[in-house]
């Protein structure tokens, strides 16, 4: 089967719709924090709440019932229509592609307010014919609304079968954002045997060795989503996108939920979900650098100018690897202190 040339992948779907971008803008995403529009004192808060995030994002599908979608609709494109708030991102999550909303989703929202907002999230993502299908309905309506910018595509990966396709989805379109993690759906999906919505199970483990002298035999709990969080981090990192932890649904378990962050946060991911106020500084906390790990990589950075040789600094050898590990922390850093004038001063930037 031929594939498209790459000339072709970032020409515009519909005459009149703006160029895709070439590479993503550049902006601070540790946490996409949920809200539902549909209740009218949650819409009243968003611009509120938008000082606070990185994204803000209007929820139409789960936790949205259905006798609310129309409302759920309707009061998100209330909320963008009046939307100026140009350092947080706002986004939708869509209802899926087999829903009886979701064609309503797109065109009334893009009709409405399609300058407003900078990326659709479209759920249960199975294999890049959906990301063609919504690129395609995007750039139609992009260029009939006469909207400026592209509107980006995150994915969710919350199926075995999208999990299977993940590479393929990652590079599916020029619009896509990043991808996140869903692990409620896709443990049905897969028929794991848990109903937690992320995180880790007292069942899932390592039994230690039994020992004579050891009557007691420790189990080592397990992440049951360590794999499928790898495999999404290469997908996007090969494609050049964005790689995020979904959601925690524990609100009461704030320290399993930081763990569960941070181990996303060391395999590559660049932010999560957050579900609950609380939830935004633990994101915030995690998802932005260690101050002596940035100080550390500022100095690695500032011994080799040009990312080659090697050095020793505090008794450790770096080389072009450190260099380039050193540059992804310093990068961060300097997104956070552009945003957070406490955290560029525990910086030294």
């Known amino acids: 089967m031929s594939s498209k040339p790459p000339r072709k992948f970032f020409e515009p779907l519909a005459i009149g719709a703006p160029m895709p971008y070439r590479d993503l803008p550049v902006r601070l995403e540790r946490m996409i924090h949920f809200f539902p ?21 209007g929820n139409l599908e789960d936790a949205i019932p259905a006798e609310a979608k129309d409302a759920a609709r309707a009061g998100f494109i209330e909320v963008a229509r009046a939307w100026d708030n140009p350092t947080t991102g ?35 993502v199975e294999g890049p014919w959906d990301i063609h299908y919504l ?43 990043g991808m996140s993690l869903g692990p409620a759906d896709l443990a049905a999906s897969r028929g794991m045997k848990t109903t937690r919505v992320g995180g880790g199970h007292p069942f899932y483990g390592v039994l230690e060795d039994a020992a004579p002298d050891r009557p007691h035999r420790t189990l080592f709990q397990q992440d049951p989503w360590h794999y499928t969080v790898a495999k999404m981090v290469d997908a996007c990192q090969s494609a050049g996108i964005k790689a995020f932890y979904g959601p925690f649904g524990d609100f009461s378990d704030d320290a399993a939920c930081e763990a569960q962050f941070r181990n996303a946060f060391l ?25 002596a790990e940035v100080r550390f990589a500022l100095k690695i950075l500032a011994a080799m100018p040009d990312g080659t040789g090697a050095v020793m600094i505090d008794g450790k050898m770096q080389d072009d690897a450190t260099w380039k590990q050193a540059k992804v922390i310093a990068d961060l850093a300097r997104a956070v202190a552009a945003r957070d004038p406490a955290m560029a001063e525990a910086y030294g930037l």
């Open 37 to 57: 529009p549909h209740i009218e004192k949650m819409r009243a808060k968003a611009a509120e709440i938008g000082r606070q995030v990185d994204v803000l994002l």
């Open 90 to 124: 706002l986004w939708t999550r869509v209802n899926c592609l087999n829903s009886p909303w979701f064609l309503d989703d797109l065109t009334e929202i893009v009709a409405a307010a399609g300058d407003k907002v900078d990326v659709v999230m479209l759920p249960k």
């Open 135 to 177: 690129d395609q309905l995007l750039a139609q309506l992009e260029a009939k609304h006469q909207v400026r910018r592209p509107i980006l595509i995150h994915a969710i990966l919350e199926t075995a079968l999208g999990v299977d396709n993940v590479a393929a989805i990652a590079q599916a379109s020029p619009r896509m954002h």
């Open 267 to 291: 395999l590559g991911c660049v932010g999560g979900w957050s579900l609950h106020p609380k939830q935004i500084e633990i994101a915030k906390a995690v998802f932005s650098p260690d101050p």
